[in-house]
């Protein structure tokens, strides 16, 4: 039977006891119905799960001893970051909910010309809170005990300028030559995927990449919808040098 897992950002350690925060309090006690003496299992995304045990409930919240802890080696030796163009509400969702489900090692979410999305100061702090909390909860159902970070928005130069110089820089396009077959082996080096938003890289985008490093990766004759591109190379990737073979 699958452990339930809970994600709390606050540190954790054998023998504490704790107040459920409210996100972890209404997922344990409220819809699962944990009650007094049920197990459940904490994480914080310092790379263990914490097993626990329920001490109190009630209404308006409960409280659990950290009863073991245990380190989790399911991370990817391939390290993939994706460079990914924003896109609209739930597709930003389920990018990166699957992403983190089959191992990315973190997330670059940028602007680009043809981004539909546009964020102001205010409503880019709200909607990385959120992504937070969607990858947390990926990793509470896929079992990850590390958190892939989420970088704030930036505009795509920016976030290009930011990556590790021996990255193996990658971006989808139907019309290049290299195939995942044709690659090396990235070995411990870091490789970033970049997709574009809805509308696809412009062309003043492409020359950013270009500039950047990136060169191009073909999946197929086909042009992937942005939510089904990152998605698809991610997997191909892993299947080829990571832990889906």
Same mark, same amino acid.
């Given at each position: 039977?699958?452990?339930?897992?809970?994600?709390? !950002? +606050?540190?954790?350690?054998? *023998?504490?006891?704790?107040?459920? /925060?409210? *996100?972890?309090?209404?997922?344990?006690? =409220?819809?699962?119905?944990?009650?007094?003496?049920?197990?459940?299992?904490?994480?914080?995304?310092?790379?263990? $799960?914490?097993?626990?045990?329920?001490?109190?409930? *009630?209404?308006?919240?409960?409280?659990?001893?950290?009863?073991?802890? +245990?380190?989790?080696?399911? #991370?990817?030796?391939? =390290?993939?970051?994706?460079?990914?163009?924003?896109?609209?509400? #739930?597709?930003?969702?389920?990018?990166? +909910?699957? @992403?983190? #489900?089959?191992?990315?090692?973190?997330?670059?979410?940028?602007?680009?010309?043809?981004?539909?999305?546009?964020?102001?100061?205010?409503? %880019?702090?709200?909607?990385?809170?959120?992504? +937070?909390?969607?990858?947390?909860?990926?990793?509470?159902?896929?079992?990850?005990?590390?958190? /892939?970070?989420?970088?704030?928005?930036?505009?795509?130069? #920016?976030?290009?300028? %930011?990556?590790?110089?021996?990255?193996?820089?990658?971006?989808? !396009?139907?019309?290049?030559?290299?195939?995942?077959?044709?690659? $090396?082996?990235?070995? @411990?080096?870091?490789?970033?995927?970049?997709?574009?938003?809805?509308?696809?890289?412009? /062309?003043? $985008? =492409? $020359?950013?990449?270009?500039? %950047?490093?990136?060169?191009?990766? =073909?999946?197929?004759?086909?042009?992937?919808?942005?939510?089904?591109?990152?998605?698809?190379?991610?997997?191909?990737?892993?299947?080829?040098?990571?832990?889906?073979?």
């Amino acid at each position: 039977m699958r452990p339930i897992r809970s994600y709390i !950002d +606050q540190p954790l350690a054998v *023998g504490m006891r704790i107040a459920l /925060p409210e *996100g972890a309090a209404g997922h344990l006690l =409220r819809t699962l119905r944990l009650g007094v003496g049920d197990g459940c299992v904490l994480f914080n995304g310092d790379g263990s $799960d914490y097993a626990c045990r329920v001490v109190a409930a *009630g209404k308006r919240g409960g409280e659990v001893e950290v009863v073991s802890a +245990q380190p989790v080696g399911n #991370e990817s030796a391939l =390290r993939i970051l994706l460079l990914q163009g924003i896109a609209r509400g #739930e597709k930003m969702d389920w990018i990166l +909910q699957k @992403a983190t #489900e089959l191992g990315v090692a973190g997330f670059l979410p940028v602007n680009s010309e043809r981004s539909e999305v546009r964020l102001d100061e205010a409503r %880019a702090r709200k909607r990385l809170a959120h992504w +937070q909390g969607v990858v947390a909860s990926a990793c509470a159902q896929s079992g990850r005990a590390w958190l /892939p970070p989420v970088a704030a928005p930036s505009g795509l130069a #920016e976030a290009a300028a %930011a990556l590790p110089d021996d990255a193996v820089r990658l971006t989808l !396009d139907p019309f290049a030559e290299a195939a995942v077959r044709h690659l $090396d082996a990235p070995g @411990a080096r870091t490789v970033v995927v970049a997709i574009g938003p809805e509308g696809g890289w412009s /062309p003043r $985008d =492409r $020359d950013t990449l270009e500039a %950047a490093g990136f060169s191009g990766l =073909r999946l197929g004759p086909r042009i992937l919808r942005t939510e089904t591109a990152g998605i698809a190379a991610i997997s191909a990737l892993q299947s080829a040098f990571g832990d889906l073979a």
